[in-house]
């Protein structure tokens, strides 16, 4: 005999998204305490005039992680942090981000990554993120003269000492951590003093950034938006390709890239990972790069700012790719709307003939949109600035990047080429391209 039950069956839960995704969380918006003369970002706050506090609200916060954890569809939610300075939000806002991500965590495994200039951090800050396992980024541009370049504070004045102490902190609380460094104009002729540099304070894992802005035209400029926004591929051909005083020339970082990969494939494989080379090596052995500016597509990494807006990518915080709003739309229907979807495959599907038909197309893909401003060889606009540098630096590595793929292939650490005559990897004089790995289409 079977009996009918009197309690209602549960509702079924929020849909997750179709594939995982990432939010850059900016919970202060652009608000910082130091003004770098390259920052991008600080000009967002002209985007919300009539903010006169630009700290997270609860309602936010709490809507954001309930919300973005439902929303992955994987076991592991990582969470990130950035700004603007988040450290100007105190530890307590914090500490209620962490409550909340244990009220609704689900049974998932929850992850922080923290990105700072690390100059407010204290003993307080310390023990919270090491209690809470947090990974720091801390923002550093090399050794004080190239530091200082650039990364002042509201007042003009330098920041390395107040950046070194704030790393001695966490040091000191044993708080993981690793690097992101900008290559700029000035440090990007430094290669490897620079790496040098990181590697003596410390950082196991790098992470290089090149500073690549143009200047708005005067219409935009009168908004307050004084950057230029990434190209409209449509309108390309008007482009105006002067970059700001401070990017980083594309020879310049192809040669940075090409002297600092020098030294760590000789020393420093399995101790000192630098995202650029773990991406290569990826995109070598057909695996995911890791990278969103050296994967096929994108589309799957964007921006929340501190009112719940939603943009499609970090470098994309313009009202034209503004998605909604969390609090009254939901956070999968704009991960996976149709023009975030369209957004994303547009990477590949505007490359130019030149892009398409290179052989080292499989480790670039075209690297970042934002950067496609200039002209292919035959007059076709979309031609990413840094193409020349990218170039250089992937025919230099493919000697190394194959022998690594071969020693993985034969389930050998990529460390062990660090025992291998230098001759059997060693750069080819000739000015061929990087040939395609076998497995690529």
Same mark, same amino acid.
């Given at each position: 005999?079977?009996?009918?039950?009197?309690?209602?069956?549960?509702?079924?839960?929020?849909?997750?998204?179709?594939?995982?995704?990432?939010?850059?969380?900016?919970?202060?918006?652009?608000?910082?305490?130091?003004?770098?003369?390259?920052?991008?970002?600080?000009?967002?706050?002209?985007?919300?005039?009539?903010?006169?506090?630009?700290?997270?609200?609860?309602?936010?916060?709490?809507?954001?992680?309930?919300?973005?954890?439902?929303?992955?569809?994987?076991?592991?939610?990582?969470?990130?942090?950035?700004?603007?300075?988040?450290?100007?939000?105190?530890?307590?806002?914090?500490?209620?981000?962490?409550?909340?991500?244990?009220?609704?965590?689900?049974?998932?495994?929850?992850?922080?990554?923290?990105?700072?200039?690390?100059?407010?951090?204290?003993?307080?800050?310390?023990?919270?993120?090491?209690?809470?396992? #947090? !990974?720091?980024? &801390?923002?550093?541009?090399?050794?004080? =003269?190239?530091?200082?370049?650039?990364? /002042?504070?509201?007042?003009? %004045?330098?920041?390395?000492?107040?950046?070194?102490?704030?790393?001695?902190?966490?040091?000191?609380?044993?708080?993981?951590?690793?690097?992101?460094?900008?290559?700029?104009?000035?440090?990007?002729?430094?290669?490897?003093?620079?790496?040098?540099?990181?590697?003596?304070?410390?950082?196991?894992?790098?992470q290089f950034i090149p500073i690549v802005e143009r200047p708005a035209p005067a219409a935009t400029a009168a908004s307050g938006l004084w950057l230029a926004p990434p190209p409209d591929h449509e309108e390309a051909e008007a482009?105006?390709?002067?970059?700001?005083?401070?990017?980083?020339?594309?020879?310049?970082?192809?040669? #940075? !890239?090409?002297? &600092?990969?020098?030294?760590?494939?000789? =020393?420093?494989?399995?101790?000192?990972? /630098?995202?650029?080379?773990? %991406?290569?090596?990826?995109?070598?052995?057909?695996?995911?790069?890791?990278?969103?500016?050296?994967?096929?597509?994108?589309?799957?990494?964007?921006?929340?700012?501190?009112?719940?807006?939603?943009?499609?990518?970090?470098?994309?915080?313009?009202?034209?790719?503004?998605?909604?709003?969390?609090?009254?739309?939901?956070?999968?229907?704009?991960?996976?709307?149709?023009?975030?979807?369209?957004?994303?495959?547009?990477?590949?599907?505007?490359?130019?003939?030149?892009?398409?038909?290179?052989p080292v197309r499989f480790a670039c893909h075209g690297e970042c949109p934002k950067h496609r401003f200039i002209s292919t060889p035959d007059g076709e606009p979309g031609l990413n600035y840094l193409c020349a540098g990218y170039k250089k630096f992937f025919l230099h590595i493919e000697p190394a990047m194959n022998?690594?793929?071969?020693?993985?292939?034969?389930?050998?650490?990529?460390?062990?080429?660090?025992?291998?005559?230098?001759?059997?990897?060693?750069?080819?004089?000739?000015?061929?391209?990087?040939?395609?790995?076998?497995?690529?289409?």
């Open positions: 005999m079977s009996t009918q039950s009197n309690t209602p069956f549960p509702a079924p839960g929020p849909k997750p998204a179709q594939a995982a995704f990432h939010l850059m969380t900016k919970p202060i918006g652009s608000l910082c305490n130091l003004e770098c003369s390259y920052c991008f970002y600080l000009e967002k706050a002209h985007l919300y005039p009539n903010d006169r506090n630009f700290r997270m609200r609860p309602e936010v916060l709490e809507t954001y992680i309930r919300d973005y954890i439902a929303a992955q569809p994987g076991p592991t939610v990582s969470f990130a942090w950035q700004g603007g300075e988040p450290t100007l939000l105190g530890v307590a806002f914090f500490r209620e981000a962490v409550t909340l991500q244990q009220r609704y965590a689900d049974g998932k495994t929850i992850e922080n990554a923290f990105q700072t200039n690390g100059t407010l951090l204290d003993d307080e800050w310390g023990e919270f993120l090491v209690a809470n396992r #947090f !990974l720091v980024g &801390i923002s550093i541009d090399g050794p004080r =003269h190239l530091h200082d370049a650039y990364r /002042v504070d509201r007042g003009g %004045a330098p920041t390395f000492d107040r950046v070194m102490a704030g790393l001695a902190v966490l040091k000191k609380h044993r708080v993981e951590f690793n690097t992101l460094t900008t290559v700029h104009r000035k440090n990007s002729v430094q290669a490897l003093e620079v790496y040098r540099f990181l590697k003596k304070i410390g950082s196991g894992y790098i482009l105006d390709h002067h970059v700001t005083p401070w990017s980083v020339r594309p020879a310049d970082f192809g040669n #940075f !890239l090409i002297q &600092i990969f020098d030294e760590w494939v000789q =020393h420093d494989v399995g101790k000192v990972f /630098v995202q650029q080379f773990d %991406a290569a090596l990826a995109n070598w052995t057909g695996q995911p790069s890791g990278i969103c500016v050296f994967n096929e597509n994108c589309g799957r990494g964007l921006a929340l700012e501190h009112n719940g807006d939603v943009y499609s990518c970090d470098h994309y915080v313009y009202p034209h790719y503004r998605l909604g709003n969390l609090l009254n739309t939901s956070l999968v229907e704009m991960v996976d709307s149709p023009s975030q979807t369209q957004f994303g495959r547009a990477k590949s599907a505007t490359l130019p003939r030149y892009c398409r038909e290179c022998t690594m793929a071969a020693l993985l292939g034969n389930s050998m650490a990529p460390a062990a080429i660090m025992t291998l005559p230098r001759a059997q990897w060693m750069p080819s004089r000739s000015n061929s391209w990087p040939r395609r790995p076998s497995h690529q289409p």
